[in-house]
């Protein structure tokens, strides 16, 4: 699609007076469907079936059942980091849903509901954060740094915000292309501050890509309380100024998530141009098991969010929808628990990708440098087994 050239002057309204636009002055609305008690808003509203919402539940369930048990894990010294979804599910497995399968979805790490929606079996996950031979990615990342190109979902990276001008290219290439399909980005408010976020959303509206920016403003950026990041309305006003149609949405409502995300998917698509969404929601864990939010933020705070929890809201919405069944729902997450801690168990005993594949898949041919350095390594582990896994390397003789 051809871009249209205009001139910058264009439509602009003169004013012989000095027309000072004041902070405040555009009130962005946020879409709630329903309230804490699950109540609907408006009764005209018929936008899921039951299947669709009971996966949605029963995803959520599934990331807090999973995100309890990592960071018990972590805790006992099993793995060594992990980042929790708490609070957050709604935001993330609800626009999940309302997307094709074939989408990108490009993470920032806090958005393992994606994958539990999209099929990502359990002892994948175990897999990852183990970091053992039947890790994809061979061990070489960190924990929660997940990927799977059959889902469509990029590998997770750790630097903060390089997935947002990223999604825009790959964006601009399905348009290119002319996949019926989009990417989406999924970003915390804190990683709005890197300047990724601003070459991402300029370049997506400039070229008119089809990509959904999916901000998950939970509130903190680590430590930092959003209002001491920045003093704007929110990360949604950034995408007016960026000429990018914008969406504020009730974060833990995940009807409201899921019709935003139809919506903005349609946009997109159609129109060949990219949205953003803010989804105004709450972190109720710990940024990390290397954070203490105890340290920067009071319980009464923390209590006040968890009368909002998306997991009870979705539920009192399926019980009056007459969706919801208790006994099976126990069943479920017992299941489930059962599962991810066999799954965990069998990871564990898992042997660790042999050291001598530690540069293989970056090149074609591995450089002289990196391979003296590979042989350097293997002779040390050699000197020192002791210090070492004793699955590391297949063959130490």
């Not at 804490?36 to 808003?41: E, S």
């Not at 002892?123 to 031979?133: D, K, P, R, T, V």
């Not at 969010?305 to 998306?310: E, G, I």
């Not at 919801?324 to 059962?338: G, K, P, S």
């Amino acid at each position: 699609m051809a871009i249209k050239e205009r001139n910058h002057l264009q439509d602009i309204q003169a004013t012989h007076d000095v027309h000072v636009i004041k902070n405040g002055l555009v009130d962005i609305p946020m879409l709630q469907l329903l309230d804490a008690q699950g109540n609907l808003l408006s009764q005209e509203l018929d936008l899921w079936d039951e299947q669709t919402a009971l996966r949605i539940f029963k995803s959520m369930h599934y990331i807090r059942i999973l995100d309890e048990r990592m960071v018990s894990a972590q805790r006992q010294g099993r793995i060594s980091f992990y980042l929790a979804c708490t609070g957050e599910e709604a935001s993330v497995i609800a626009s999940t849903a309302a997307l094709s399968n074939a989408d990108m979805v490009m993470t920032q790490y806090r958005e393992q509901g994606v994958l539990a929606y999209r099929g990502y079996r359990t002892e994948q996950f175990m897999n990852q954060l183990l970091s053992n031979a039947l890790d994809p990615n061979k061990g070489r990342q960190m924990p929660i740094h997940y990927g799977d190109k059959a889902l469509n979902f990029m590998t997770v990276s750790s630097p903060l915000g390089t997935q947002i001008p990223q999604a825009a290219g790959y964006a601009y290439g399905q348009k290119m292309a002319g996949e019926p399909a989009l990417t989406i980005c999924y970003f915390g408010e804190g990683a709005a501050s890197e300047g990724d976020f601003h070459a991402g959303l300029n370049m997506a509206a400039v070229l008119h890509c089809p990509v959904i920016f999916f901000c998950r403003n939970n509130g903190y950026a680590i430590s930092t309380p959003a209002h001491e990041q920045f003093a704007g309305d929110g990360i949604a006003s950034r995408g007016i100024g960026y000429g990018v149609n914008t969406i504020r949405v009730d974060g833990n409502d995940p009807l409201a998530v899921y019709l935003a995300t139809l919506k903005a998917r349609e946009i997109a698509l159609t129109d060949n141009c990219p949205v953003l969404i803010e989804a105004m929601t709450y972190r109720l864990a710990a940024h990390s098991t290397s954070d203490d939010p105890a340290s920067y933020r009071a319980k009464s705070e923390e209590q006040e969010w968890q009368l909002k929890d998306p997991i009870v809201r979705m539920q009192r919405h399926l019980q009056q929808q007459g969706w919801f069944d208790q006994t099976h729902i126990d069943e479920y997450c017992t299941t489930q628990r059962a599962e991810i801690l066999q799954a965990l168990k069998t990871a564990e005993i898992q042997p660790k990708t042999d050291i001598s594949e530690i540069v293989t898949d970056v090149y074609q041919d591995i450089p002289a440098h990196l391979a003296r350095q590979r042989d350097e390594l293997i002779a040390h582990i050699k000197r020192h087994p002791e210090h070492y896994p004793a699955t590391i390397m297949s063959n130490k003789d």
